[in-house]
């Protein structure tokens, strides 16, 4: 073995084993979690197999089913809001040549990069000085404003590698400005749109810092009240939850995965 094939073959192992503790160090926790929420006991210690925690999720946690169905819809209405503007915002700085067209592009990006305590902070100010009274509302213009940058930057990125030509096309075949941006511009970048609308999703409900900030009484996300919880201990309550959400989260996304494929092969 000459020492090229030598260094090869080590860097291969050495590869492979970064992979093997990446997926350990991203699985492991979700697998302890699930393992423990069919545990009979409260603590660590495993007793018998039992769904008991379950059966107090499904039917002796009213406020957390609140909570749950607080981030549902705020987490529905901030995303559609969010890749609706941050959609048309990305077209519009696109397709349009305009005064102050980078300066607004940067100042776009800049809820990506703030610390998640400082929009907190400087949103609750806003909303107290306007005299707006603490609660969904206020939780979904907070989270519709964080995501919107991330919307922006996908679907800008799906843009710049769009044919415009088609475009040309489509006006020489008689489509006015608004057919040519509904049936040939949103076809072209709806996987983009789809992409962005599951990630704002996905940010929404794990907030919990700008939540934390913007919150009001009776407006509690899922977070918020998880983390109520575990002030007093970690209940096995959370483990069945955590269990629920992943089983979810992996429905919606090997439902979404295929047609993500097939929209992206057909554009």
Known sequence: MNY?????KKRASFSDTMLVLTILFLFVPLFVVTFFSFNSAKGMQWEHASLI???TLIFDSPSLWLAFKNSIIIALTS????????SLAAIGITWYRFKGRSYITTISYLPMVLPEVIIGISMLIFFSSVKIKLGMFTIFVAHATFNLPFVFMMVQARLDEFDYSTIEAARDLGANERQALMKVVVPAI????LSSFLMCTTMSLEDFVITFFVSGPGSGTLPLYVYSMIRYGVSPVINA???VMILGTMLIAFTFRRFLKTAAAST
């Open 4 to 8: 090229h094939s030598y260094s090869k």
């Open 53 to 55: 925690w379950y059966k």
């Open 79 to 86: 995303s559609i809001t969010a890749t609706v503007l941050g």
């Open 190 to 193: 709806m996987p983009a749109i």
């Open 241 to 243: 939850l955590s269990f």
